[in-house]
């Protein structure tokens, strides 16, 4: 699993047992089909690579954390180390591991078929939501939102990408897919009902599309016209913003 591990550290009574006891590996995959492609290609083998700069001697019992965006809880797995590998022995740092026959290995199996069939138990749907907002602090608001939803079990798991001015916002329209956007009108280097208007005109796009502003009734007309679905004025309640994505995605 070269360039998926984010080791995580052990707690303090860990640090304090034999070189066997148990510690864990946080190993988070970009969305469903990475975890499921790598359970393919090395984990149902019975054993796989992670890499870590921790130091792990032969023996010592490791539980791998399996984790992605939208997956409801973490998938565990038990295995131990049976090589290690540093980075001054060229390659990448890491760690060989064996999974532990049993249960486990079986649980892990029937998990992934779950995620493979994004049974809604196992995996909420994805969201991708583009918010584009001059306004650092507006931003920082709208992500913290959407991510508190999804850690509190929400029906949906949002992953936020922002852009602070319009020409930022269309280069990422162009370039990536999302489900939803939330774009104030009144942005630098091109205004928001520039963008929205490009976004339903020249790129043809039917996402959801929200259109935030302290301007008043020359705001909402303007984003409107342009093609945005709905029209929030600022300050606006975060509650709110959650509550009008999920309808419009609902839709």
Same mark, same amino acid.
Do not use: C
């Given at each position: 699993?070269? &360039?998926? =591990?984010?080791?995580?550290?052990?707690?303090? &009574?860990?640090?304090?047992?034999?070189?066997?006891?148990?510690?864990?590996?946080?190993?988070?995959?970009?969305?469903?089909?990475?975890?499921?492609?790598?359970? $393919?290609?090395?984990?149902?083998?019975?054993?796989?690579?992670?890499?870590?700069?921790?130091?792990?001697?032969?023996?010592?019992?490791?539980?791998?954390?399996?984790?992605?965006?939208?997956?409801?809880? $973490?998938?565990?797995?038990?295995?131990?180390?049976?090589?290690?590998?540093?980075?001054? &022995?060229?390659?990448?740092? &890491?760690?060989?591991?064996?999974?532990?026959?049993?249960?486990?290995?079986?649980?892990?199996?029937?998990?992934?078929?779950?995620?493979?069939?994004?049974?809604?138990?196992?995996?909420?749907?994805?969201?991708?939501?583009?918010?584009?907002?001059?306004?650092?602090?507006?931003?920082?608001?709208?992500?913290?939102?959407?991510?508190?939803?999804?850690?509190?079990?929400?029906?949906?798991?949002?992953?936020?990408?922002?852009?602070?001015?319009?020409?930022?916002?269309?280069?990422?329209?162009?370039?990536?897919?999302?489900?939803?956007?939330?774009? =104030?009108?009144?942005?630098?280097?091109?205004?928001?009902?520039?963008?929205?208007? $490009?976004?339903?005109?020249?790129?043809?796009?039917?996402?959801?599309?929200?259109?935030?502003?302290?301007?008043?009734?020359?705001?909402? $007309?303007?984003?409107?016209?342009?093609?945005?679905?709905?029209?929030?004025?600022?300050?606006?309640?975060?509650?709110?913003?959650?509550?009008?994505?999920?309808?419009?995605?609902?839709?």
């Amino acid at each position: 699993m070269p &360039g998926d =591990d984010h080791s995580g550290e052990p707690a303090a &009574g860990d640090k304090r047992r034999h070189a066997r006891a148990e510690v864990t590996l946080l190993v988070e995959y970009d969305d469903a089909d990475d975890l499921v492609g790598d359970y $393919t290609d090395n984990l149902s083998t019975g054993g796989t690579f992670v890499a870590t700069s921790r130091v792990l001697p032969e023996g010592t019992r490791v539980r791998l954390a399996l984790s992605f965006p939208g997956l409801l809880e $973490t998938i565990q797995v038990d295995g131990e180390v049976r090589w290690s590998r540093t980075a001054d &022995g060229g390659g990448e740092a &890491g760690v060989g591991l064996e999974f532990l026959a049993g249960e486990g290995r079986d649980r892990l199996a029937a998990i992934i078929e779950r995620v493979r069939s994004r049974d809604p138990r196992v995996v909420a749907p994805l969201v991708r939501v583009l918010v584009v907002e001059d306004n650092p602090h507006v931003a920082a608001l709208v992500r913290s939102g959407l991510a508190g939803l999804t850690r509190r079990g929400g029906e949906m798991t949002f992953v936020v990408e922002t852009a602070v001015n319009g020409r930022e916002a269309l280069d990422l329209l162009r370039a990536q897919t999302f489900d939803a956007a939330i774009i =104030d009108i009144y942005l630098p280097v091109i205004d928001g009902a520039h963008v929205i208007h $490009t976004l339903r005109t020249e790129l043809k796009l039917t996402l959801p599309v929200i259109a935030v502003s302290a301007g008043g009734p020359t705001a909402r $007309t303007l984003a409107l016209e342009a093609g945005a679905d709905m029209f929030i004025d600022k300050p606006m309640r975060l509650r709110h913003v959650i509550e009008t994505i999920r309808t419009l995605m609902q839709r």
